[in-house]
């Protein structure tokens, strides 16, 4: 009995899309601190501020951390897994997990205000001219 090459490649093609989507379904769980994915983000300006708009849905405001580092305003934290996925056997996972950041350079004279919202899994900031 020979084997017919097109369907042994066929066969192997799909044994490793397969693997490679068993791959992609689970989580990594680690604390690792790495980013992972990276938030969509809208900036408007009008004539006296900057605002920063972060979509960040499911993250807690505990697993949150704003910075402004050098003239650049850092966004990070993590976007736990549920706690009922932790042992389930996963179909499909779209929706971002993990460690996120993102580092947007603000022009020099624009300065955090602090006055930020968080609700409904949009973050927004405030910049303002700095007076010098």
Do not use: K, Y
């Amino acid at each position: 009995m020979s084997i017919d090459p097109r369907n042994w490649m066929w066969n192997e093609a799909c044994a490793f899309i397969e693997r490679a989507e068993n791959l992609h379904r689970q989580p990594q769980l680690s604390d690792a601190p790495a980013a992972s994915w990276i938030p969509p983000i809208d900036i408007f300006e009008d004539d006296d501020n900057v605002i920063l708009m972060v979509a960040l849905p499911g993250v807690a405001p505990d697993d949150l951390d704003i910075r402004m580092e050098d003239g650049t305003v850092v966004i990070r934290g993590r976007q736990r897994l549920p706690r009922l996925a932790r042992r389930a056997l996963i179909h499909r996972l779209e929706i971002p997990h993990g460690g996120f950041e993102r580092r947007v350079h603000m022009p020099s004279g624009w300065g955090l205000t602090g006055r930020t919202e968080f609700r409904d899994g949009l973050l927004t900031l405030l910049f303002a001219r700095q007076e010098i």
